[in-house]
């Protein structure tokens, strides 16, 4: 009758029992000594590397990032399209927003045209081509193809080189020396950078609240990394010079300079200081020796009705810029149970080669290792342990066997 | 002659041994159960959480995408280019594909024009600015940049605004009151996105197996979060409404709507539960005191013979619109080995705290304190243990010292 | 008087103490057999696997990377723009860069045309739509839309179908059959792409240091997967075959192709030895019933003067053509302490499976099991114990009580 009874207890009890290793403690200036030195070298780097430099009690989350850009600014350039043209006024033109911003939209990018080949007014013929001189048509196999046409089989007399059929007259290619578009380093560029970290749900952008409604203050600021290092507007020549070089030589053939904005945010602190940090440096190589610099061929087309016949024409544009690419870094970090308790998980094992190292320093290392040996170990011999020696321990482990 | 033999015995010997900790086994009901529900604790942690929450048991690799879209509708619209025309006939000017996504496409996002600013037939040559007046030519001095242009020291008469080197006649400043282009909410966008997780191999796409073929299907859907959720077709006012935007109040300014496209696959599953989510969110601030919305300019060329010179001319759009940026987040999970061993062996050192929790219960906060402690502790002491006070607990040490 | 000193030698002395488990070292065969067995499995997973082949002793950083491309080539069409043009010699046309690549530049894509549908001198007005045909002119509802227009509610006696209000003429609705721009396939495209781990300071190119000098060679080389797999200049012929496509079969309705480059680079050896990795691969659908391939639409705007008004004229292209997306993956490793403690840590903690896999063995599989119990287990039995048997047991219990 009792027996149920019994049972179910008995197994509760087995249930609530407490399983803690017996631990030999050791009372010992030197070995002490060390043990605690390795403890505290093992929680310094827990603690200190792990926990508050790397700062392992946050969970992190990375950046979704828009940027949209703007620029502004106007240049007076003298030079003559039209050959024909005689009086000085047909040489000046007016470069603005739409002329040099080509295409007019990137996807996380800009582009501002520093210098230009124009071959105005194209239209589909035959010319001779530059360069490479011929003698007869024989040097001018046709259907060959040279950089901007075909060749048609003869070599033009007055030029000594081939006829081409192509976009005729074809473009001078002659290496620029310095760039058309002075005074490009003035232009300015509005960046609007908005960010959002979706676990936090936090958003932020590089306008801060406190300007955003500051129309006065944004219509007049320009950035600045330390007297205004929040201002959104930058002066392109400014952006070079901070990426340490030099205006006037990358606007001759143009270049490629990377506009990185990095966000750094540690939630647990205000959100208001989470806040845009940007640096800028040439992303294309300064020393390259095909393709230097940045630049690009694009075309406006028109078709002229001339007698009956329409004929379409274009204006060739070789583009020599810079091309700014935004690069938007940003991670933030929000206290979080779960990577502090993997942390100091990680550490308490790590904790453990504390005791690994000492019990080689006094198993090993230690003059009084037998001593040390028979305290640690309890010694139990299986049946069918044949194989050991019986040594000088074999009393010990006799006498264990039993305890 | 028996020794190389017994000495390879005994080597094989030593190496085929096991140690084990010794444990103390504790019958307390009090301290049973705290040990339990500290473990129960661990155990649900690490299970419920990061294996069955967090999916731990799962290798993840993160997306690649591709994304293209094309949109489709025409608008008619009611204005006039050239101030000359007088039939209503000329004010009626119907915009297709080609007029209103600018650039033509773009990597990873389109643009909707919704409303625009026309300067038609612009010239290089001098012209009154808009805006700011002078009195004198000393109010605007020669070679100062205004918005559209340099100007050229003399004020004109006319308009008291100062004379400027610029395409002309120049743009109006006017702010927009109401989309130019009306009914660009019914356009439609067809999106493809091709996604690829490469560690697993597994290719996926938004235009789902089951309606690839189906090219009615395909051709009359519309997207619904609900009715339709996996056509690949979307309305751009219903985008605008699921943003939480009024279509109406963007269009007149444009502004900048993040496309997101979701992609949780668990690889364990069926490789068809593996499906997209779309969502939509305004990502320009609706509330910015400067360039407000999305607006960009960018002109036509083309070149006019004016008696034997040739004359550029350029028409000026200032377009506002719809900036839709796709963003494709993608993560799948499948079962691998490795990430297992490893949460669980974090799972295991984690268990170590029950232990080291419940020493401390046994050994500081128990009215039998020194019993446990007795009973854990194997005391021994070495030599240079100098420091150490005699106390009444000297008397084990002694004792165990031999045992 | 001496008793300050006592208690200072004693708190001394406490903090002085080494605590280490006490170890039932077990001699058996068997036992020892599956202890050694069970360690070298784990270890060998954790050297072999996390360490080596994981490479878990390094610090790892994803790549940052820019990403630039020029095209080159020409061909030459036959075919006619123009409908009154009588002379053979107008129909041939030379395409170059400026006309088959659009937009010019794109962030991390290029885009060139193989195919186009050219519709010239478009102008706003009324004309038949294509397709659907009508009786009368309730057939075509005033104000709705077809693809290209807006109809104007009268049926066009002469076509039988709907008048439009539309750019006209409308574009001819052709399903193409070839391409018209034939020999794409051996324009060439120059790629730089450079990339840089912020993390480690280390930037590579994809123009190698030792060719980076040598003009000739990036003048003349030709990318070849086993050949020059280090030349920048690909042949789009060639991407296409190693993307396993047909390029006359992809030619004629467009495609979009990953441009992928990998990098992976093992910074504990030469950085000479961190080497892109090239691969290509269709990324749309081949077989796609709707936007099947790629193209898109873009127009050619200009004004001409017809008497005193101007007529805004378009020439609207349906360009076919390859979509090359760049995909740049990279990841560099460094040795590093952090990651190296932490997998040791973890490989550590694991270690801890084998004691208890051969605990389970020795304590519930072997037949000693009781002797093995009793060995490992010092029992202690606690005043509240009261729900605890008495069982066969209980002598050990007591005996131990007092050990």
Same mark, same amino acid.
């Given at each position: 009758?009792?027996?149920?009874?019994?049972?179910?207890?008995?197994?509760?009890?087995?249930?609530?029992?407490?399983?803690?290793?017996?631990?030999? /403690?050791?009372?010992?200036? /030197?070995?002490?000594?060390?043990?605690?030195?390795?403890?505290?070298?093992?929680?310094?780097?827990?603690?200190?590397?792990?926990?508050?430099?790397?700062?392992?009690?946050?969970?992190?989350?990375n950046v979704?990032?828009?940027?949209?850009?703007?620029?502004?600014?106007?240049?007076?350039?003298n030079?003559?399209?039209?050959?024909?043209?005689?009086?000085?006024?047909?040489?000046?033109?007016?470069?603005?927003?739409?002329?040099?911003?080509?295409?007019p939209?990137?996807?996380?990018?800009?582009f501002?045209?520093?210098?230009?080949?124009?071959?105005?007014?194209?239209?589909?013929?035959?010319?001779?081509?530059?360069?490479?001189?011929?003698?007869?048509?024989?040097?001018?196999?046709?259907?060959?193809? $040279?950089?901007?046409?075909?060749?048609?089989?003869?070599?033009?007399?007055?030029? $000594?080189?081939?006829?081409?059929?192509?976009?005729?007259?074809?473009?001078?290619?002659?290496?620029?020396? $310095?760039?058309v578009?002075?005074?490009?380093?003035?232009?300015?560029?509005?960046?609007?950078?908005?960010?959002?970290?979706?676990?936090?749900?936090?958003?932020?952008?590089?306008?801060?609240?406190?300007?955003?409604?500051?129309?006065?203050?944004?219509?007049?600021?320009?950035? /600045?990394? $330390?007297?205004?290092?929040?201002?959104?507007?930058?002066?392109l020549?400014?952006?070079?010079?901070?990426?340490?070089?030099?205006?006037?030589?990358?606007?001759?053939?143009?270049?490629?300079?990377?506009?990185?904005?990095?966000w750094?945010?540690?939630?647990?602190?205000?959100?208001?200081?989470?806040?845009?940090?940007?640096?800028?440096?040439?992303?294309?190589n300064?020393?390259?020796?095909?393709?230097?610099?940045?630049?690009?061929?694009?075309?406006?087309?028109?078709t002229?009705?001339v007698?009956?016949?329409?004929?379409?024409?274009?204006?060739l544009?070789?583009?020599?810029?810079?091309?700014?690419?935004?690069?938007v870094?940003?991670?933030?970090?929000?206290?979080?149970?779960?990577?502090?308790?993997t942390?100091?998980?990680?550490?308490?094992?790590?904790l453990?080669?504390?005791?690994?190292?000492?019990?080689?320093?006094i198993?090993?290392?230690?003059?009084?290792?037998?001593?040390?040996?028979?305290n640690?170990?309890?010694?139990?011999?299986?049946?069918?342990?044949?194989?050991?020696?019986?040594?000088?321990?074999?009393?010990?482990?006799?006498?264990?066997?039993?305890?």
């Amino acid at each position: 009758m009792v027996r149920p009874a019994r049972l179910m207890r008995s197994a509760v009890g087995r249930f609530f029992e407490y399983d803690t290793p017996k631990i030999v /403690h050791i009372q010992s200036l /030197h070995i002490g000594i060390t043990y605690r030195f390795v403890q505290l070298v093992i929680i310094s780097y827990v603690i200190g590397w792990v926990l508050v430099y790397k700062k392992g009690y946050q969970e992190t989350d990375n950046v979704e990032s828009s940027v949209t850009s703007k620029v502004k600014g106007v240049v007076l350039t003298n030079f003559t399209l039209d050959p024909n043209a005689t009086a000085d006024e047909e040489k000046l033109r007016v470069w603005d927003t739409a002329d040099y911003v080509i295409p007019p939209q990137e996807n996380g990018a800009f582009f501002v045209t520093t210098n230009i080949i124009m071959s105005p007014n194209q239209e589909q013929g035959i010319c001779p081509e530059l360069g490479a001189s011929c003698s007869t048509g024989f040097d001018c196999p046709s259907g060959s193809k $040279s950089a901007n046409g075909v060749r048609t089989g003869t070599c033009n007399n007055a030029t $000594s080189t081939c006829d081409i059929r192509a976009w005729c007259p074809v473009e001078k290619d002659v290496e620029p020396q $310095s760039p058309v578009l002075q005074g490009t380093e003035d232009f300015t560029v509005l960046v609007k950078n908005q960010i959002f970290f979706p676990k936090f749900r936090v958003r932020r952008r590089n306008i801060l609240d406190g300007f955003a409604k500051n129309a006065s203050y944004l219509d007049s600021c320009l950035y /600045h990394p $330390s007297a205004d290092p929040f201002c959104p507007i930058f002066r392109l020549g400014d952006i070079i010079a901070l990426a340490q070089e030099n205006y006037s030589t990358i606007a001759v053939k143009g270049a490629v300079i990377g506009f990185v904005i990095e966000w750094e945010c540690n939630l647990d602190l205000s959100v208001e200081s989470c806040l845009p940090k940007y640096s800028f440096r040439r992303i294309d190589n300064a020393d390259d020796v095909i393709a230097k610099g940045w630049n690009f061929r694009y075309a406006n087309y028109w078709t002229d009705t001339v007698g009956r016949q329409s004929v379409q024409r274009r204006t060739l544009i070789k583009a020599y810029g810079i091309r700014f690419v935004f690069y938007v870094y940003g991670v933030a970090g929000k206290f979080n149970i779960v990577p502090l308790a993997t942390n100091l998980g990680a550490g308490l094992a790590l904790l453990g080669l504390a005791v690994i190292f000492c019990d080689i320093v006094i198993l090993y290392c230690s003059k009084r290792r037998q001593f040390y040996s028979d305290n640690k170990y309890l010694r139990v011999q299986d049946e069918d342990a044949v194989l050991f020696e019986e040594d000088d321990r074999s009393g010990h482990s006799g006498e264990n066997f039993f305890s």
